[in-house]
């Protein structure tokens, strides 16, 4: 399909909805359905008894990760970045027919990006379309370009009548938005800016080139030991900011981790954070396999605050490296042997990592092992050499190197 096609297709595929609440043309929203609690409530029908294993699995045929750029538009011929080290500049070079190459972004902590400034005004036509790169529930994303600059990223289109003004799903596609936005991480998908028009609201967002997490866990049933540690290090790097910005994701899953160009883990889906200066909320939310005790619990206050991450990253550390979530089973079953820590980590995992996973996966939020602690771990070091260790190794390396010759 050329460009024209699927422009002429993007522009059929508003919903007619002339009546949507003023609000929704100023600001922008969207959704991410699949195995948010949302949909876990409604689908496995939380507290009920069934004998369905409460996890949501997502259609395995969904876009091949190393597809992404195959079908692409055909102007879109070459994406590659560097250097995604945590407060290190991120370079994306899109590389277009014109082989014009051009600097788009830095993910670091700034105000301004160069060419996504907060205040700049988008609109579809300065966008070429290419193909599309997935769908969720409220719409599709698809690769896009920006025309002037050959800026390569990804276009979210959702649907204003599909929204519902008032609802849920509104209120958590604004927070998603607002929270996303302010966000410059490398392990932490960007939202570049937003714009709507009369019937569709387009989120433009940084392309994840090596697509879902999730579809490549499926694909290798487990991870290598170093490349889960690995991950596990991006994760608690992206957490660390996060939560410094008192921001708490809530909804930590292999479904909601894209990968980057260069294999770097993305965090996407921010539709169940919450910004917390006061640190702690009472809002029960997240999917079901990952939930932490704390917001499982029908006594105590029901209170929890940034520690549920740590445990969802406990959770996601023994499912890379076993396959499985550690407490799948029946709905009902998964409640009880999460409040009662019943997991059993198999005997290949390890001693590193399951030490880690074990020190992750503390009934008692305030004794998990910190963020920081967990960046020290034995077995993130040993997987993850990177600033002085790898900066003096290298070193060692052109010294031996330059003394032989
Ligand atoms: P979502 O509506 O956010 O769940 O996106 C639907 C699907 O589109 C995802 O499952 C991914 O396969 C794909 N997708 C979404 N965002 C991106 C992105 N930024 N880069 C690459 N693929 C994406």
């Known amino acids: 399909m050329d460009t024209t096609d699927l422009q002429a297709k993007l522009q059929q595929i508003s919903l007619s909805d002339q009546n949507v609440d003023p609000a929704l043309t100023t600001e922008t929203y969207t959704h991410k359905p699949k195995g948010s609690l949302s949909a876990a409530i409604s689908i496995t029908g939380l507290g009920t008894s069934t004998n369905q294993p409460n996890r949501l699995k997502l259609p395995l045929g969904k876009l091949a990760a190393s597809n992404v750029l195959k079908g692409a538009n055909a102007s879109i011929t070459k994406v590659t970045a560097v250097s995604v080290q945590d407060g290190q500049k991120e370079r994306i070079a899109a590389t277009t027919t014109t ?9 670091t902590d700034r105000p301004e990006i160069p060419l996504f400034s907060p205040n700049r005004k988008w609109n579809l036509g300065q966008f070429e379309i290419g193909r599309p790169l997935g769908k969720g529930k409220f719409g599709r994303v698809y690769l896009a370009k920006e025309k002037a600059t050959g800026f390569v990223c990804a276009l979210k289109v959702l649907h204003k009548s599909e929204l519902q003004i008032g609802s849920g799903v509104e209120k958590q596609v604004r927070r998603e938005i607002e929270i996303q936005s302010n966000l410059a991480h490398p392990n932490v998908l960007r939202l570049f800016g937003h714009f709507h028009d009369t019937k569709r609201i387009f989120l433009v967002i940084e392309f994840a080139a090596h697509g879902e997490l999730y579809k490549a866990l499926r694909k290798v049933h487990r991870f290598p030991e170093y490349r889960a540690a690995q991950y596990i290090a991006q ?28 294999g770097e883990i993305k965090i996407s889906d921010f539709g169940w954070s919450v910004h917390t200066p006061g640190n702690r909320r009472k809002t029960f939310c997240g999917t079901l396999d990952y939930l932490p005790p704390e917001m499982l619990k029908g006594g105590g206050d029901g209170y929890y605050n940034e520690k549920v991450d740590l445990w969802s990253l406990g959770v996601l550390a023994y499912e890379f490296l076993v396959g499985e979530a550690p407490f799948e089973d029946t709905q009902v079953m998964t409640q009880k042997r999460i409040t009662r820590c019943d997991m059993t980590i198999p005997p290949y995992v390890s001693r590193e990592a399951k030490d880690l996973i074990q ?31 790898a900066a003096n190794r290298a070193a060692n390396k052109s010294k031996s190197s330059s003394e032989d010759e």
């Open 359 to 389: 020190r992750l996966l503390v009934l008692d939020p305030e004794k998990r092992i910190s963020l920081e602690e967990v960046q020290k771990h034995p077995w993130i070091v040993k997987y993850c050499e990177t600033g002085e260790r």
């Open 235 to 262: 994760m608690a790097s992206a957490l660390k900011y996060l939560h410094k910005k008192h921001i708490i994701h809530r909804d930590i899953k292999p479904e909601n981790i894209l990968v980057g160009v260069h």
């Open 99 to 107: 082989t014009s190459t051009i600097r788009i972004s830095e993910a």
